[in-house]
């Protein structure tokens, strides 16, 4: 979370970003709906000792509804890399990244 956007803004933008290109939502404000009182926030302390490095991880959760949804589990693929080279795009397939999300209803 960015420090000076609301959470409401954020919890759009994450929204917008997984989901809206696959659900073809042009404005997940109108689909989406963050429940009042339910947002947590975590704080992780670690230290990375390879790098000496003291590190501050939170984790900001909010309870949303989604209007359009499917009702099972689905998946959805991310097309990457598509306005690089050929070059760049055989380097880039050598490198470990998140081609498929699995949505999975609990």
């Known amino acids: 979370m960015r420090a000076g956007k609301s959470l409401e803004v954020t919890a759009h933008c994450a929204i917008q970003e ?4 696959v659900l073809k939502i ?3 404000k109108e689909k989406v ?5 339910m947002y ?3 704080v992780y302390d670690a230290f990375w000792a390879y790098l000496r490095l003291q590190l501050r991880c939170m984790m900001h959760t909010v309870d949303a509804y989604m ?6 589990n689905f998946s959805t ?3 990457e890399f598509g306005d690089c080279n050929n070059e760049l795009k055989a380097v880039a397939e050598k490198a470990l990244h998140v081609k498929r999300t699995f949505w999975v209803w609990r």
């Open 77 to 79: 693929e991310v097309e």
């Open 40 to 42: 947590k926030r975590k």
């Open 33 to 37: 709906w963050i429940a009042e009182g």
């Open 18 to 21: 997984e989901l809206a290109l």
């Open 26 to 28: 042009d404005n997940v």
């Open 67 to 72: 209007e359009g949804l499917p009702e099972r």
